[in-house]
């Protein structure tokens, strides 16, 4: 789930309502028209209604979100901006099965919900039922015709172009993957690279992969397992990119990898939000490694050995450890009497971390949740890559608001940052880090 923002909340569940004046039943299919349906439960729209089929003549996404979707609340901001930009000629459309009831109490709880002007329609079961899905965000696009064009998990201004210039939104090529625990060993080999090892044999193959629900399910670590004898035979490792997995393979964190060779910047995502979610669709991959299933017991130990063998071998990228003098943003506390509190008040407040247009606000949040979000806004239009190190020995939770417009700005943020007792100060530290060049 997208951009580069935190939020995690969770809420009891409500029922909803939407009234409709015709029913549909068929999924979307190409060409298909947007629904002539009456929504009546609009929020911050010009009416508490909205007939669909009145906004022909402009692109509409239906951009389908949950209370429990954190990055579908992070993308407002910039699903706002979208709508702003292109008044004339888009229209996008949050739509949720959440009552309104549970649309204020969201509203309370989020600082972005809360500054939202976009229009939500609230309550849905009739779109819900005609565009199924399993995961949020979810998002159908419809032509300026009103046709149904295509669906996809994110909202992008290169997207929204390329629509407008051609009518049609390029969807994500899905690599077919054998599923190996429904295969035996004999079968599933043939399928898979052999290599060999300090004399071991082992089977494995890289391959990428679409953004289909099925695969971003499976979780990071999947047991193989031969559907003949039973035994598990290997791994499958899937959703990572690239770099995830070089950095998986040596044990270190992806902020952690050095690139020595600007051959190699492909490896590191876009730092723009937009451009990084059309990146994260098309870098996912899906590492599977298995070994005769009577060697498995004692193989296993050296499958992160097979892993760095075939990054060199196979992606042909040599990884070494070592100490780095790396640009870091040290965040400490400072001892000052007038700063704000910080510490969260309630214990029973639920953990809450956004990146709004003004800035980043925190309810109940943790200090490692926090320095991620830094971390990604100081890094986002940097030329280098920075560090940023917690000082602070803060384990408490934390309630506060950053109100800063331009975040990358360390200055802004720094003075911002001292109104709450912290001190940012950039300095060069020697950090253990995973250091990439090209194999020779």
């Not at 508490?48 to 022909?56: G, N, T």
Request: glycine letters at 4%; aromatic letters at 12%; charged letters at 25%.
């Amino acid at each position: 789930m997208r951009m580069f923002v935190v939020f995690v909340n969770i809420f009891l569940f409500f029922f909803l309502t939407l009234t409709a004046q015709v029913k549909y039943t068929s999924a979307a299919q190409k060409g298909s028209n947007l629904p002539d349906i009456t929504i009546t439960n609009m929020v911050n729209h010009t009416t508490s209604s909205l007939k669909l089929s009145d906004l022909r003549g402009k692109i509409v996404v239906l951009d389908f979100w949950s209370r429990g979707c954190g990055s579908c609340i992070a993308s407002f901001p910039k699903v706002e901006y979208f709508n702003t930009i292109y008044r004339d000629k888009v229209f996008i459309l949050p739509v949720t099965m959440d009552s309104y009831e549970v649309f204020q109490k969201l509203k309370v709880k989020s600082q972005i919900i809360k500054e939202s002007s976009l229009p939500f329609a609230l309550g849905d079961k009739v779109l819900h039922k005609m565009y199924p899905h399993q995961f949020v965000p979810y998002c159908v696009w419809f032509n300026e015709k009103g046709q149904f064009i295509a669906t996809s998990n994110t909202i992008s201004q290169g997207m929204i172009d390329s629509v407008l210039a051609s009518g049609e939104l390029e969807s994500t090529s899905v690599a077919m993957k054998v599923d190996v625990d429904d295969e035996s060993f004999s079968i599933i080999k043939t399928r898979l690279n052999s290599h060999i090892w300090n004399g071991r044999e082992y089977f494995s193959k890289i391959r990428k992969l679409g953004n289909t629900e099925e695969e971003r399910t499976k979780g990071l670590y999947h047991p193989l397992k031969d559907s003949v004898t039973g035994k598990q035979i290997g791994i499958s490792l899937n959703g990572l990119s690239i770099l995830e997995f070089i950095a998986y393979s040596y044990g270190v964190k992806t902020s952690n990898v050095v690139l020595e060779s600007n051959a190699l910047s492909y490896l590191k995502p876009p730092k723009d939000p937009d451009e990084f979610e059309i990146w994260r669709d098309n870098n996912v991959y899906s590492i599977d490694y298995i070994v005769n299933p009577e060697n498995y017991a004692e193989y296993q130990q050296y499958f992160n050995e097979f892993r760095k063998q075939d990054i060199q071998q196979e992606l042909g990228i040599v990884g070494e450890l070592r100490e780095v003098i790396r640009p870091c943003y040290i965040l400490r506390r400072k001892d000052t009497a007038d700063a704000i509190p910080i510490m969260t008040k309630s214990a029973e407040q639920l953990p809450t971390i956004e990146v709004t247009s003004n800035g980043i606000f925190l309810s109940s949040s943790t200090m490692k949740a926090f320095v991620i979000v830094l971390s990604r806004a100081l890094n986002r239009n940097a030329t280098r890559d920075f560090l940023v190190i917690d000082e602070t020995n803060i384990s408490y939770k934390m309630d506060f608001y950053l109100k800063v417009k331009n975040l990358n700005d360390d200055k802004e943020l720094g003075r911002e940052l001292s109104r709450f007792g912290f001190d940012l100060k950039l300095e060069d530290r020697s950090i253990r880090s995973l250091v990439l060049r090209e194999q020779k």
